[in-house]
Structure formats: C-alpha cells, structure tokens
C-alpha cells in the first residue's frame, strides 16, 4: 500500500543540493558517530545518560513518597496543558527561506504517506486483535507516538547538521498533527471521538498555531518566544521525574512486562524503519528523503507517552515501561539503522 501510494506521488525530482554530501564523507562521519569522537555523537551521549540520571532521580524520589500520585497528576496536567504545547510552539519558531521551504515539500509528501499508512496499518491490527480494547489502544497509541525529536533530530544533525534538523523539522509536522488527533482517541477506545476532541485537544491547537508562525516570515519577539521557550524545557524532566516515580514503586522483574511492550518496541525500532528504507530506496529518491524519514521512524516511544496515558485515562505504568525499554534499545538499534543508510543509500 505505501510503495503504490509513494508511486502515485510521482515525487522522484531532487530537492537541491543544500544536503548534497557525498557518500565517501558520510560513510566517515558515521564511524565518528558510532565511534563516539565526534562533538554531536558526545552531545547524543551525554543526553542519554542526563536522561538515565533523571528518571533515576525521580525512582528515588517516587520511593520516598516525594512524588507521591496527587503531585504527579498535577504535574501531568501542568506538561499538557501548557509546557508541552509551549515546547511545539518554541520549537516551530524559526526562520526559513522560501528556497528551503519548497525543498521539504518532499518530505512533507512522503511523511502523510507514511502516516497514513501507519494508520492503516494500526486500523488492520484492531480488526485482527482479541486484546481489551483498552489494552489495544494503549499498544496502537505506542506505536504511533515517537520520540522524534530527542531521538531523532540529534542523529539527523550528526548526519547532515542545521539543515538537516530543519528538514526533519518539517518531516515531523504530520507526526504531531496525526499523534494529537487520532493518537489521542486511541487511548479512549469505546467514546465517540466528536471533531472537538479529534481538533480542539491543546496539542492539536498548538501544533497548528506553531505551523502558522513557522510560515510566518520572521520569527516571534525575543519576550515571547524566550518564555515559551522556558516554559517548554520543562516537558521532558517532568516527564522523566513521573516516568521514573512510577517505575520506582514496580519490581524490577516487571519493567519489561507486559510482553507486548517488546512487541511494540521492535515495531517501531525494526520494522518501521526496514519497510520505509526498502520502500524509498525501490524508488530511487534522492539520499536526504530516505534517511532522514527512515531515522525519524526509527525512534523508540516518545518521553511523554506515559503522561498523556495518565492524562487520558489508560494505563501509564505499563506506557513508562515501554519508554525506558524502547529507548534503551535505541541506543543500540539508532547506529545500526545509520550505518545501514549510509552504506546503502
């Protein structure tokens, strides 16, 4: 369905040469990558372990009745409702060229395709599964909700730098306009999803607000994007403070249970990634608009997946689980999937 709806789009011109490296040199920037002697793969190192220490932190404090579950709900509500929707709107506050922006209609094109046929793919799994329908949306909802910009926007910026991050940038606009209307529905499985909650949820709202000022010429007064942008930095430690407090009280046997959890991991680390890379590199489509759409769908679960689990009523003990064990097996599946598009592509 995907390779049908990629032909169709007849998308096979090149978008310019502002990416145009040639394959000698990113085969040697991978192995400073995956070596780890390059200032960007240190920065991705360092992140990862400032990420273990949080949701380290927020065990300890989660034992000690610190964060005890009133203060994490309120604290899920406060990232929701106004540090995440700060976060998006901060991050689409950029200037561009009017050159760049017609370069990365591509890559807008391909990645609807791709979530739609993701969506297709989460609607085909419904029909076949016996699981609760609770349960089932909790797994689907995991699926489809990546961590594309902690995970993925670093790997990108390794590979090809600002530029790069500008065109994964606008990849990702369909990951937050499909994540914030249907995702959300799929963690209330059995409630009629009215437009209002598909489109009126401060996600969505806030992506659309972000995608009007990123076309906007220009960018927002330092007073006002300045504070968003504080505001918005707060997302990801709540979010590793209350995943952390939540693993905090299970037993350590239990952090990859349920099973499924690993089966939504490898969708999203393995199979994504493989199907999208065999796909795009059939088409013979220029090198940025197969590794960049195949590194952003080769992300593990998004940070806060557990929060809006919380928010939203399903299970986010076992949606904290999934966090920690897909972005763990990142740290070994990201190279992988680099060196295999720098190699092959």
């Given at each position: 369905m995907l390779l049908w709806l990629l032909q169709g789009g007849g998308y096979k011109t090149r978008c310019g040469d502002a990416l145009g490296d040639d394959r000698r040199t990113n085969v040697r920037r991978f192995f400073i990558i995956v070596l780890g002697k390059g200032d960007n793969m240190q920065e991705v190192l360092r992140e990862l372990a400032v990420l273990l220490v949080i949701l380290c932190a927020g065990a300890y404090l989660g034992k000690r009745g610190v964060l005890g579950e009133a203060c994490i709900l309120q604290l899920n509500k406060f990232v929701v409702n106004v540090a995440f929707p700060a976060l998006m709107i901060a991050s689409l506050d950029q200037d561009f060229t009017a050159e760049l922006f017609r370069d990365s209609v591509g890559l807008m094109v391909i990645s609807w395709l791709c979530f739609g046929a993701v969506v297709l793919f989460l609607e085909a799994w419904k029909r076949v599964s016996r699981r609760p329908p609770q349960e089932l949306?909790?797994?689907?909802?995991?699926?489809?909700?990546?961590?594309?910009?902690?995970?993925?926007?670093?790997?990108?910026?390794?590979?090809?730098?600002?530029?790069?991050?500008?065109?994964?940038?606008?990849?990702?606009?369909?990951?937050?306009?499909?994540?914030?209307?249907?995702?959300?529905?799929?963690?209330?499985?059995?409630?009629?999803?009215?437009?209002k909650k598909w489109f009126g949820n401060i996600g969505f709202l806030a992506t659309i607000v972000g995608f009007l000022i990123f076309l906007i010429p220009g960018t927002l007064p330092y007073t006002i994007h300045r504070p968003l942008e504080w505001i918005g930095d707060i997302t990801i430690p709540v979010c590793l403070l209350n995943a952390g407090a939540r693993l905090g009280t299970s037993k350590l046997r239990d952090l990859a249970k349920p099973h499924a959890?690993?089966?939504?991991?490898?969708?999203?680390?393995?199979?994504?990634?493989?199907?999208?890379?065999?796909?795009?590199?059939?088409?013979?489509?220029?090198?940025?608009?197969?590794?960049?759409?195949?590194?952003?769908?080769?992300?593990?679960?998004?940070?806060?997946?557990?929060?809006?689990?919380?928010?939203?009523?399903?299970?986010?003990?076992?949606?904290?689980?999934?966090v920690v064990l897909s972005n763990l097996l990142a740290v070994v599946t990201m190279p992988v999937w680099v060196w295999i598009l720098l190699r092959w592509v």
């Open positions: 949306g909790l797994l689907r909802f995991l699926v489809l909700f990546g961590n594309t910009a902690f995970m993925g926007y670093p790997v990108v910026r390794a590979v090809y730098g600002s530029t790069g991050v500008f065109y994964a940038s606008i990849f990702n606009l369909a990951h937050h306009f499909v994540s914030f209307s249907y995702g959300l529905s799929l963690l209330q499985p059995g409630r009629r999803a009215g437009i959890i690993w089966g939504t991991s490898l969708i999203r680390l393995l199979a994504f990634p493989a199907v999208l890379f065999l796909v795009l590199r059939a088409l013979k489509l220029p090198e940025q608009w197969i590794i960049i759409p195949t590194v952003i769908f080769g992300t593990p679960v998004a940070l806060t997946a557990g929060l809006f689990a919380e928010e939203y009523g399903n299970d986010a003990c076992v949606a904290n689980r999934a």
